[in-house]
Structure formats: structure tokens, C-alpha cells
């Protein structure tokens, strides 16, 4: 996992948790980590949207990390609206707000 010390250091360590995770069966990153694309909306109206990505949330740095499948990582503070983790179909089969207090 040589490409994770390209990340900042909070994240190398929640990546690292994300790879070890009981269902993980291998301790990398793989394409099957990539089936699911996201819509994300920011309090501003501005919003961006991820093809064959998933993300991590980290509630102490109050930052969001989009991992893709061949655009690299992405990181945001916590200013977002919603987050919609949706199949390829367009159905949302998650909905999480990111918002500081």
C-alpha cells in the first residue's frame, strides 16, 4: 500500500481501519471497493459528482474523503448538505449530511 503515504496522515491511519475491516478479505484497495457512484450538494448549492467511487467520513478532523476508482482521492471539510451513495441506476441506496454545528 505504498500509495498511502501520498495521504495525509489522519487519513493513511482511517484507510488502513477501512482496509482491516472484518469483511475486508484482503488488505488493499480493489475495483470491487469502486461500484457505486456519489452525489454530493455543499451548503453553497455548488456540488460534484464521483463515478466508481466511496468515501470515509472522519468525525474528529470534520472532513469527508472520496476515494475513486481512477481520479485519486478528493478531501472536504465538513460543508456538505448531502451525500448520496447511488447504484448505477440512479436509485440512492444511502443518504448522509456532513455539516459542522
Not at 500509495?3 to 475491516?21: F, M, S
Not at 450538494?41 to 470515509?56: Q, T, V
Amino acid at each position: 500500500m505504498k500509495w498511502l503515504q501520498y495521504l495525509p496522515a489522519h487519513w493513511q491511519k482511517n484507510v488502513a481501519e477501512y482496509l482491516t475491516r472484518p469483511e475486508a478479505q484482503y488488505d488493499q484497495i480493489s475495483a470491487a471497493d469502486f461500484i457505486n457512484d456519489l452525489q454530493i450538494r455543499f451548503e453553497d448549492d455548488s456540488n460534484a459528482f464521483f463515478s466508481y467511487a466511496f468515501y470515509l467520513a472522519d468525525d474528529e478532523a470534520k472532513e469527508v474523503a472520496v476515494f475513486t476508482e481512477h481520479c485519486g482521492y478528493h478531501v472536504f471539510p465538513f460543508a456538505i448538505a448531502s451525500l448520496e451513495t447511488l447504484d448505477k441506476k440512479g436509485k440512492i441506496l444511502r443518504s448522509e449530511s456532513f455539516l459542522i454545528d
